[in-house]
T-cell receptor, first 112, second 112 residues
Framework: GEQVEQRPPHLSVREGDSAVITCTYT??????FFWYKQEPGASLQLLMK?????EINEGQGFTVLLNKKDKRLSLNLTAAHPGDSAAYFC???????????FGQGTKLSIKP | DAGVTQTPRHEVAEKGQTIILKCEPV?????LFWYRQTKIQGLELLSY????????DGGAFKDRFKAEMLNSSFSTLKIQPTEPKDSAVYLC??????????FGPGTRLTVL
């Protein structure tokens, strides 16, 4: 079945620096992609959803890139700030399925 | 709109007990998911319902885990009997027709 590998498992960057988290997936039929943020002790919060027709999506302070050829999804945080400290999870879904396949997560720490 | 609600937020059980966790999805959502989250295994799908029909039952969890949708706005997850290795955070999520999933706050289960 579909596998999603997320790297790195831990990431520490200084405030103001950029951070990149990458997920690779195996199923070429993956069509919907999601990034979730989980702050300590809290549940998962949807950060961004990406459809396979769009390769670049921008949010507040971050950009999501989708490379369908390489089956790679990345979350790029620009100018990290303390509020970005959290665990981040990517998730993928096939066009005709409801369930999500999650990556293993990345724990991001922002140093002052 | 109310989000996904889960009760209780914390549960402590003795080994061998039966516990029931509850979830109310976002009003109007027709997909409901139960996940287990641990630091080692990450997010694991336990059950997936679409319009109250069970679509997927996590194979490794069939023995002692049983999820039900009593109606379109209420679901339960029963663990019987509990074991210490069941200690985890149990998350409920809902979505509309398989699009982005919205997660509840979770139930932290501790089995002694």
């Amino acid at each position: 079945g579909e596998q999603v590998e997320q790297r790195p498992p831990h990431l520490s960057v200084r405030e103001g620096d950029s951070a990149v988290i990458t997920c690779t997936y195996t199923d070429p039929n993956s069509y919907y992609f999601f990034w979730y943020k989980q702050e300590p002790g809290a549940s998962l919060q949807l950060l961004m959803k990406v459809f396979s027709s769009t390769e670049i999506n921008e949010g507040q302070g971050f950009t999501v890139l989708l490379n369908k050829k390489d089956k790679r999804l990345s979350l790029n945080l620009t100018a990290a700030h303390p509020g970005d400290s959290a665990a981040y999870f990517c998730a993928v879904r096939r066009y005709n399925q409801g369930k999500l396949i999650f990556g293993q997560g990345t724990k991001l720490s922002i140093k002052p | 709109d109310a989000g996904v609600t889960q009760t209780p937020r914390h549960e402590v059980a003795e080994k061998g007990q039966t516990i029931i966790l509850k979830c109310e999805p976002v009003s109007g959502h027709n997909d409901l998911f139960w996940y287990r989250q641990t630091k080692i295994q990450g997010l694991e799908l336990l059950s997936y319902f679409r319009s109250k029909s069970l679509m997927e039952d996590g194979g490794a969890f069939k023995d002692r885990f049983k999820a039900e949708m009593l109606n379109s706005s209420f679901s339960t997850l029963k663990i019987q009997p509990t074991e210490p290795k069941d200690s985890a955070v149990y998350l409920c999520a809902s979505s509309l027709l398989g699009y982005e999933q919205y997660f509840g706050p979770g139930t932290r289960l501790t089995v002694l």
